[in-house]
Every structure is written in C-alpha cells, then in structure tokens.
Nanobody, 116 residues
C-alpha cells in the first residue's frame, strides 16, 4: 500500500518562508517516480505548482517561478517544496502527487495559509 504524507503546512506571514515535505512509504519505487506538488485554493481548481522528474529536471508554474524550489531526497523517499516570499495568493491546500508509468498516488494535503 503506497502512502504519501505531506507535512509542514501552517500559517505564515506575507513575505515569509515555509518548507513542505512529502514522505512516501509502501511499495513505491520513489527514485524513478515523477513527483509533483499541486495546490487548491477555496473555490478554485487544483493547479500544478512544481514537478521534479526522477532525473531531477524541474518545472514550475509561472506564478511561483523564482520563489518556490522543488527538490527530492531519494535516500529518504521524500520530496520538498521550499516556499519563499509567499503572498496571500499562495494560500491553498497543497497536495503531493506521484506518477510512475500511469500509476498515480496522492497525499491527503496540507493547509498553507498566508496572512498577517
């Protein structure tokens, strides 16, 4: 049974920083799985934030480019999202996603709220 568990969410002030983690467990070949962060704000559709491939290539949404950094530690089966210079528009539930040859896995999400 594959599990993805996000952590690190919370309340942060505008301009602040936060680091999210996504830990994978179970029979998942993490090191060869493309991992992605998505987010969903209230009343909005879920959107892609950033993707990292097994080879370390990254893709970012324009809205977070230059502010967020996605990374992975295959030895720890963990993916990260370093969020800097956050704004209220970054408020959302953040989900991690794993995609291995069509097998899709989702975490339960972690809430990030940006507010003063």
């Amino acid at each position: 049974q594959v599990q993805l568990v996000e952590s690190g969410g919370g309340l942060v002030q505008p301009g602040g920083s936060l680091t999210l983690s996504c830990a994978a467990s179970g029979s998942m070949f993490f090191s060869i799985t493309t991992m992605t962060w998505y987010r969903q704000a209230p009343g909005k559709q879920r959107e892609l934030v950033a993707t990292i491939t097994s080879g370390g290539d990254t893709i970012y949404a324009d809205s977070v480019k230059g502010r967020f950094t996605i990374s992975r530690d295959n030895a720890k089966n963990t993916m990260y999202l370093q969020m800097n210079s956050v704004t209220p528009e970054d408020t959302a539930v953040y989900y991690c996603n794993g995609n291995l040859v069509g097998s899709i896995y989702w975490g339960q999400g972690t809430q990030v709220t940006v507010s003063s």
